[in-house]
């Protein structure tokens, strides 16, 4: 992924409309408390969102019987992990799948039009592995701050990889919380923090970062080749060892 993502984007500055954005495809339990808990903080008016209720991974794997709909796997989830949330999904029942911005838009667009980005990765509750994808090595190259739920220690990962997460605009004190539910719980509480900020005064220092980020996505697409046959030889080597 980070060679896909190496390369300069050109974008427009501006001053953002819209205090975050939230984009949301694929359809589970916890990305689904994110839009209760975005309901319950009085964020959700807000940010750019998008819930698009993507169930194909729920019907691959099973979990539901093929014919499916995907307002029957929201209500089952619902019910069956986030009830707590009854009065949330009263309100939201109705407005789903929910997409606030044109879908012509490119996500770019949209993060340059917002104060911050909350990026939700792939993966969240399996703390013995750090997974990365698109979602935040877009946000690494673009004059904007972020937070990141992800895997324990994933902002600590990019840090020692050499990018600039911003620390000094964003407190990622959440990154060091073990339960997937309290580091999001953290999160929404740096959200409430990072609705205050004025980008135009941090501008050059968001445009810095950026910069330097871009550089090391360059360098990792120079060495993807490398890189790519140290880990097959390191994998190999292993395999041998353990037969």
């Known amino acids: 992924w980070y060679g896909m993502y190496a390369g300069l984007i050109n974008v427009e500055q501006r001053r953002p409309s819209k205090n975050f954005n939230c984009f949301v495809n694929r359809m589970d339990p916890n990305r689904q408390s994110w839009l209760y808990l975005l309901i319950r903080?009085?964020?959700?008016?807000?940010?750019?969102?998008?819930?698009?209720?993507?169930?194909?991974?729920?019907l691959m794997l099973k979990e539901y019987p093929p014919g499916t709909t995907p307002m029957e796997v929201f209500e089952n989830q619902f019910e069956k992990y986030c009830n707590i949330f009854s009065d949330e999904h009263r309100i939201l029942k109705n407005k789903v799948p929910y997409k606030n911005f044109d879908s012509d838009t490119s996500p770019v667009e949209i993060i340059m039009d917002s104060?911050?980005?909350?990026?939700?990765?792939?993966?969240?509750?399996?703390?013995?592995?750090?997974?990365?994808?698109?979602?935040i090595f877009r946000c690494l190259?673009?004059?904007?701050?972020?937070?990141?739920?992800?895997?324990?220690?994933?902002?600590?990962?990019?840090?020692?990889?050499?990018?600039?997460?911003?620390?000094?605009?964003?407190?990622?004190s959440y990154d060091d919380i073990d339960f997937t539910i309290e580091r999001q719980s953290a999160i929404l509480d740096q959200c409430e923090k990072l609705s205050l900020l004025d980008i135009p005064l941090i501008q050059q220092r968001l445009i810095d970062a950026a910069n330097h980020n871009q550089k090391i996505l360059d360098l990792f697409y120079k060495t993807w080749f490398e890189?790519?046959?140290?880990?097959?030889?390191?994998?190999?080597?292993?395999?041998?060892?353990?037969?």
């Open 141 to 172: 190259k673009l004059p904007r701050p972020w937070v990141l739920h992800a895997e324990k220690s994933a902002v600590a990962y990019i840090r020692n990889m050499g990018f600039d997460v911003l620390d000094d605009v964003v407190d990622h």
């Open 41 to 58: 903080r009085g964020l959700f008016d807000q940010g750019f969102i998008s819930f698009n209720m993507d169930i194909s991974r729920h």
């Open 227 to 243: 890189d790519f046959d140290k880990s097959v030889s390191k994998a190999l080597s292993l395999s041998k060892k353990e037969y």
């Open 115 to 135: 104060k911050f980005s909350i990026v939700l990765e792939t993966y969240h509750d399996d703390n013995r592995f750090i997974t990365l994808s698109e979602k």
